[in-house]
Each structure stands twice: as structure tokens, then as C-alpha cells.
């Protein structure tokens, strides 16, 4: 539903401002039905009396006397008349004064008739009426009803308009005011997911929301703490690791054999490459990086140089584009990437654009592409398509995990797709930053 926001700012405002508004309308109507009933009353009462009055005075008096008479008491807003007929009662729908015949009998008493051919209604003031007298004539009566009394109440519209102006913004800012602790709350927790030594939410807002706060800067100390212990043990298996896989590969150098000699040490190097790239997938080390605004275009036109001679490579990017990034960490990534597109497919072209919220890379090679069923599975630690340990195959299969590793921490992702002309093409995108300002 289009008209429904989607902020819970929006649906507060909606909905407080919707109810105050059905209220205050409610409200208005019936007090200016109670208001209009209750004049209606004391208008149509005190306009009988008047009647009743003049009816008395104009019934007395013979012949041409009582035209004489009728005119004399005539006023402007109160036409009188003798007439020898009169029509019959023709009022339709609700009158204001829909009791003054009714007042006007009650007066005179139950032999008076009263005709009414025409009451006041609302924005409509003028009344007719003819009442029989005993020379068996009538007495017409062209008059109107108070105007001021009767007339549309744009005053009350006018007030209730600026009242409900004033609620809404009060409504506003108290919506405002809940809502924005929540919103700082949202902020940290996606901030937290690319930067863990985020600053702490601050402890503001209702009871609810300040709860919710404490609970999340706790979350966050228990997070950071587990991390930082996880490091330490980490350095410490690296460190243990590390000596005794040293040693070896000087043992190894003083072998007689040469051929075993560069076997071992191909399995040393192996074991190296494997535990360096686990302990970086397990440290995040490839996300630490603080964030800085670069150059990506001049970034990857060096990356793209450096592997001119090693295979066909190709840049198609705009002369400039600023973003908010980890240099180190998108050149790691990217390095990775093309080293599987040259690595598989000979030659592979590199495509960096601005996009709505964004930038993205892709890389594009003429290999064979991957199955289907395996594009997910490749992003997976230590999974490879091909199952070999080989140095020559590539490694231990934490290369495109620690790409998707990155791009995450960039605020994208990362996706495989076998292209249409055969190929594969490697999308790497990042909405995280502030932006980016390209120039054509």
C-alpha cells in the first residue's frame, strides 16, 4: 500500500495525527449540533412570540385597516401582507427553524393555522409563511433568520484547522523524539557489523528504548571481548604453529636429495600459505582497515598495470571516482578475483561504474565457467571446485571467501554468474561510504 509509510516516524505521525484529527472533527460536529440545536430552539421560541404578536394586532383591525396595519409593523427583515389565499405547505428536508410553526400554535392556540412555504436553511436564512385570519384572509410573512446566528461557522473551521496544525507538529515532535533513539539504535548495529569498535548507542529515549540500548552496548562489549580473546589465541596458535613449520623448512635445506629437498619444501610452503590465509579468514584481517576516501579509479589502474604480462587484462572506468573505502582490503579482493579470471580463463576485462547507492566491480574472464549448483558453494571456506591441494590449482579455496568477507564489510556482496557468450563474471559491490562523485 502506497499511502502506508514504511518508517515507524511515518506510521507514528499517520496514525496520532489521523486519530486527533477524527477526534477534533467528532468533536467540532457535535458541538456545533448541540450549538445550532440549541438556537434553533431559542431563535424559532422568540420569532413565534414576535409573530403571534403582530398576528394579534393585525386580526383586530377591519377592512382596509389591516393592510395598513401589516405595512406599518412591516420591517426589513419581516415583509407582512393581507392575501385572500394562500399555497399549500410545501417546506422540504431539515429546517433550522423547523419548530416555528409548531411555536407559533402553541401561541395562538390549536384553531390557528399556520402554513410554512419556506424555512431557513443553512447558508440559506429566508422564511415564508401565511397564517389564516378570521376574516377567513391570510397574513403573509416574508422574513429571515438571524444571519449571524445561522451562517456557516467558519470561524469554528478556521480554529479547528489551526489547532490541528499545532497538534500535528507537537505530534511530530514527539514522534520525532521517540523514534530518533531507535534509529541511532538501527544506526549501531548495522555500524557494528563493519566496524566493531563502533562508539556505544547512546543510553537515551524512553525506558524501553534506553533498555534496549544498555543491552545492545553490552552485546557489543561481549562481542569485542570474545573477539579480542579469539585474537590473542589466535597470535598464540600462529606463533606455535608457525616455529616448528620454520625449523622444518630449514631442516629441509640441508637435504642431500634434491628432488626430496623441493618436495618437502613445496609441502612447507603449503602448509604456510594455508595457515597464513585461515588465520587472516579467522582474524577479519582483511576488514580492519579503517575506512579512507580514495581514488578508485586510479586504485585499480595500478592493480590492472601491475598484471600487464602476465595475461590479457582490460579496465573500462570513469576518469575519476571518489569513494569512502579499505584500499588494502578492495586491492586484495580484486586481486584475488583477477587471479582466478586469468588463472581459468586466460584473459579477463575489469569494469568499475557508479551505481544507484553504490559502486560496483566486475570482473569478467572466457573461462569455462562454473555449474550452476557450484556458484555458492565457491565462497565457502576451504571449498574447491577442483579438490586438489596443489600450489599450481591455487591454494587452499579461502579466496573468494575472503572477497565476500570484504564486500560484506563494504556494505554489498558478491556474486558469480556464467556469462551468456561463455565465461564467468564475478560482481563485487559496495554501498557502504559516502558516496561516490564520478567524473566522465
Same mark, same amino acid.
Given at each position: 500500500?502506497?499511502?502506508?509509510?514504511?518508517?515507524?516516524?511515518?506510521?507514528?505521525?499517520?496514525?496520532?495525527?489521523?486519530?486527533?484529527?477524527?477526534?477534533?472533527?467528532?468533536?467540532?460536529?457535535?458541538?456545533?449540533?448541540?450549538?445550532?440545536?440549541?438556537?434553533?430552539?431559542?431563535?424559532?421560541?422568540?420569532?413565534?412570540?414576535?409573530?403571534?404578536?403582530?398576528?394579534?394586532?393585525?386580526? &383586530?383591525?377591519?377592512? &382596509?385597516?389591516?393592510?395598513?396595519?401589516?405595512?406599518?409593523?412591516?420591517?426589513?427583515?419581516?415583509?407582512?401582507?393581507?392575501?385572500?389565499?394562500?399555497?399549500?405547505?410545501?417546506?422540504?428536508?431539515?429546517?433550522?427553524?423547523?419548530?416555528?410553526?409548531?411555536?407559533?400554535?402553541?401561541?395562538?392556540?390549536?384553531?390557528?393555522?399556520?402554513?410554512?412555504?419556506?424555512?431557513?436553511?443553512?447558508?440559506?436564512?429566508?422564511?415564508?409563511?401565511?397564517?389564516?385570519?378570521?376574516?377567513?384572509?391570510?397574513?403573509?410573512?416574508?422574513? %429571515?433568520?438571524?444571519?449571524?446566528?445561522?451562517?456557516?461557522?467558519?470561524?469554528?473551521?478556521?480554529?479547528?484547522?489551526?489547532?490541528?496544525?499545532?497538534?500535528?507538529?507537537?505530534?511530530?515532535?514527539?514522534?520525532?523524539?521517540?523514534?530518533?533513539?531507535?534509529?541511532?539504535?538501527?544506526?549501531?548495529?548495522?555500524?557494528?557489523?563493519?566496524?566493531?569498535? %563502533?562508539?556505544?548507542?547512546?543510553?537515551?529515549?524512553?525506558?524501553?528504548?534506553?533498555?534496549?540500548?544498555?543491552?545492545?552496548?553490552?552485546?557489543?562489549?561481549?562481542?569485542?571481548?570474545?573477539?579480542?580473546?579469539?585474537?590473542?589465541?589466535?597470535?598464540a596458535v600462529s606463533h606455535d604453529l608457525k616455529t616448528?613449520?620454520?625449523?622444518?623448512?630449514?631442516?629441509?635445506?640441508?637435504?642431500?636429495?634434491?628432488?626430496?629437498?623441493?618436495?618437502?619444501?613445496?609441502?612447507?610452503?603449503?602448509?604456510?600459505?594455508?595457515?597464513?590465509?585461515? /588465520?587472516?579468514?579467522?582474524?577479519?584481517?582483511?576488514?580492519?582497515?579503517? /575506512?579512507?576516501?580514495?581514488?578508485?579509479?586510479? /586504485?585499480?589502474?595500478?592493480?590492472?598495470?601491475?598484471?600487464?604480462?602476465?595475461?590479457?587484462?582490460?579496465?573500462?572506468?570513469?576518469? &575519476?571516482?571518489?569513494?569512502?573505502?579499505?584500499?588494502?582490503?578492495?586491492?586484495?579482493?580484486?586481486?584475488?578475483?583477477?587471479?582466478?579470471?586469468?588463472?581459468?580463463?586466460?584473459?579477463?576485462?575489469?569494469?568499475?561504474?557508479?551505481?544507484?547507492?553504490?559502486?560496483?566491480?566486475?570482473?569478467?574472464?572466457?573461462?569455462?565457467?562454473?555449474?550452476?549448483?557450484?556458484?555458492?558453494?565457491?565462497?565457502?571456506?576451504?571449498?574447491?571446485?577442483?579438490?586438489?591441494?596443489?600450489?599450481?590449482?591455487?591454494?587452499?579455496?579461502?579466496?573468494?571467501?575472503?572477497?565476500?568477507?570484504?564486500?560484506?564489510?563494504?556494505?554489498?556482496?558478491?556474486?558469480?554468474?556464467?556469462? &551468456?557468450?561463455?565465461?564467468?563474471?564475478?560482481?563485487?559491490?559496495?554501498?557502504?561510504?559516502?558516496?561516490?562523485?564520478?567524473?566522465?
Open positions: 500500500m502506497k499511502l502506508w509509510p514504511q518508517s515507524l516516524f511515518g506510521r507514528l505521525l499517520l496514525l496520532m495525527s489521523a486519530g486527533l484529527l477524527l477526534a477534533q472533527l467528532a468533536g467540532s460536529m457535535l458541538q456545533s449540533w448541540d450549538r445550532q440545536r440549541t438556537l434553533s430552539h431559542t431563535v424559532s421560541h422568540e420569532l413565534a412570540q414576535r409573530i403571534a404578536a403582530i398576528y394579534r394586532v393585525v386580526d &383586530a383591525q377591519t377592512g &382596509a385597516q389591516r393592510q395598513a396595519m401589516a405595512t406599518l409593523l412591516s420591517t426589513p427583515s419581516l415583509q407582512m401582507h393581507i392575501v385572500d389565499a394562500a399555497p399549500p405547505p410545501t417546506v422540504a428536508g431539515q429546517s433550522m427553524l423547523e419548530d416555528l410553526p409548531g411555536h407559533i400554535t402553541e401561541v395562538l392556540g390549536q384553531r390557528a393555522e399556520v402554513r410554512a412555504s419556506d424555512l431557513p436553511q443553512l447558508g440559506r436564512f429566508t422564511f415564508k409563511l401565511h397564517l389564516r385570519l378570521s376574516s377567513g384572509e391570510w397574513l403573509r410573512l416574508n422574513g %429571515s433568520a438571524p444571519e449571524g446566528v445561522f451562517a456557516l461557522p467558519w470561524n469554528l473551521l478556521f480554529n479547528l484547522g489551526l489547532m490541528l496544525v499545532a497538534v500535528v507538529v507537537l505530534v511530530a515532535m514527539a514522534a520525532r523524539s521517540t523514534v530518533r533513539p531507535l534509529t541511532d539504535l538501527a544506526k549501531a548495529a548495522h555500524d557494528l557489523s563493519s566496524d566493531l569498535h %563502533s562508539p556505544p548507542v547512546p543510553e537515551t529515549g524512553p525506558t524501553e528504548v534506553r533498555e534496549a540500548a544498555q543491552a545492545f552496548n553490552a552485546m557489543q562489549s561481549r562481542i569485542r571481548s570474545g573477539i579480542e580473546e579469539r585474537e590473542r589465541f589466535l597470535a616448528p613449520l620454520t625449523r622444518m623448512r630449514l631442516r629441509t635445506e640441508m637435504m642431500a636429495d634434491p628432488q626430496l629437498r623441493a618436495q618437502l619444501q613445496a609441502d612447507t610452503d603449503d602448509m604456510m600459505q594455508l595457515l597464513d590465509g585461515t /588465520l587472516d579468514f579467522l582474524r577479519g584481517k582483511a576488514v580492519e582497515e579503517p /575506512l579512507q576516501r580514495v581514488d578508485l579509479v586510479a /586504485l585499480v589502474e595500478s592493480l590492472v598495470e601491475d598484471y600487464q604480462g602476465q595475461g590479457t587484462i582490460t579496465l573500462q572506468a570513469p576518469d &575519476a571516482l571518489q569513494w569512502s573505502c579499505r584500499p588494502r582490503a578492495i586491492k586484495r579482493a580484486l586481486t584475488n578475483l583477477i587471479d582466478n579470471a586469468l588463472k581459468y580463463g586466460g584473459q579477463t576485462h575489469v569494469v568499475l561504474a557508479p551505481v544507484q547507492n553504490g559502486v560496483q566491480l566486475l570482473v569478467q574472464d572466457s573461462g569455462p565457467g562454473l555449474p550452476e549448483d557450484e556458484l555458492q558453494k565457491v565462497f565457502e571456506p576451504f571449498y574447491r571446485v577442483e579438490h586438489s591441494r596443489s600450489r599450481d590449482t591455487g591454494g587452499a579455496g579461502l579466496g573468494l571467501a575472503i572477497v565476500r568477507q570484504i564486500a560484506q564489510s563494504h556494505g554489498g556482496d558478491i556474486e558469480l554468474s556464467n556469462r &551468456a557468450k561463455g565465461g564467468l563474471q564475478a560482481r563485487l559491490s559496495m554501498l557502504s561510504g559516502r558516496g561516490p562523485t564520478a567524473d566522465a
